[in-house]
């Protein structure tokens, strides 16, 4: 099993459609992020997470929001997906220290 | 956050060695560097991390330039396998909170 795992791995959505993705991790990582990706460009941060009890906005939060249910889990919702949200979103997890994330295969999103 | 430079492409032969050049020079003395790839339809994958001195693991090199305004990723043999865009990204390492920052990274091209 991987590492980080992310569900599901396509997803097509029209929009206003209310959309949650799903990361788990088997690392024990206390940290967890969200990032998205869009085509040609690198990855920006949506929301992270250094506890159960932490959650934290990135760069691009608007539109977005997270839910930590357990170590394990972190969830990344779009209340009402709109079309420009269209992109890859990756989960990941790292050590307190940070310095070695472990980033999950993609969910790669289309929202028509 | 203290910004990287890198060549927006690169090819190499395989099983010849590659360096892959990075430029930050406005570097402070608590940034560590990182160095991630990310494969075709993949997450990001950790490379390599290093501060002041020159760091080797299984994966690859990492050389830094004696004022830490440059770095390099070395390669030592090339495979096909390595065809990515790499990212340099520069963290400071004082602050755990601070995150990794991704650019646009260098596409990779192996030509067998």
């Known amino acids: 099993d991987a590492d980080v795992t992310q569900t599901p791995r396509n997803r097509i959505t029209k929009t206003g459609k209310r959309i949650m993705l799903e990361c788990s991790q088997t690392?024990?990582?206390?940290?967890m992020y969200w990032y998205r990706q869009d085509p040609g460009l690198g990855l920006r941060l949506i929301y992270y997470s250094f506890d159960v009890k932490d959650i934290n906005k990135g760069e691009i939060s608007d539109g977005y929001s997270v839910s930590r249910q357990a170590q394990a889990k972190f969830s990344l919702s779009l209340e009402s997906a709109i079309p420009n949200q269209t992109a890859l979103y990756f989960c990941?997890?790292?050590?307190?220290?940070?310095?070695?994330?472990?980033f999950g295969s993609g969910t790669r999103l289309t929202v028509v | 956050d203290a910004k990287t430079t890198q060549p927006n492409s690169m090819e190499s032969n395989e099983e010849e060695p590659v360096h892959l050049p990075c430029n930050h020079s406005?570097?402070?003395?608590?940034?560590?560097i990182h160095w991630y790839r990310q494969l075709p339809s993949q997450g990001p994958e950790y490379v390599i991390h290093?501060?002041?001195s020159n760091v080797n693991n299984r994966m690859a090199s990492l050389a830094i330039a004696e004022d830490r305004k440059s770095s390099t990723l070395i390669l030592h043999r090339a495979t096909l396998r390595d065809a990515a865009v790499y990212y340099c990204?520069?963290?400071?390492?004082?602050?755990?909170?601070?995150?990794?920052?991704f650019g646009g990274g260098t596409r990779l091209m192996v030509k067998p």
């Open positions: 990941a997890t790292s050590d307190w220290g940070g310095h070695g994330y472990t």
């Open positions: 290093g501060l002041t």
């Open positions: 990204i520069l963290r400071e390492g004082n602050n755990a909170g601070n995150m990794l920052t």
């Open positions: 690392k024990g990582h206390d940290r």
């Open positions: 406005t570097i402070s003395g608590t940034d560590y």
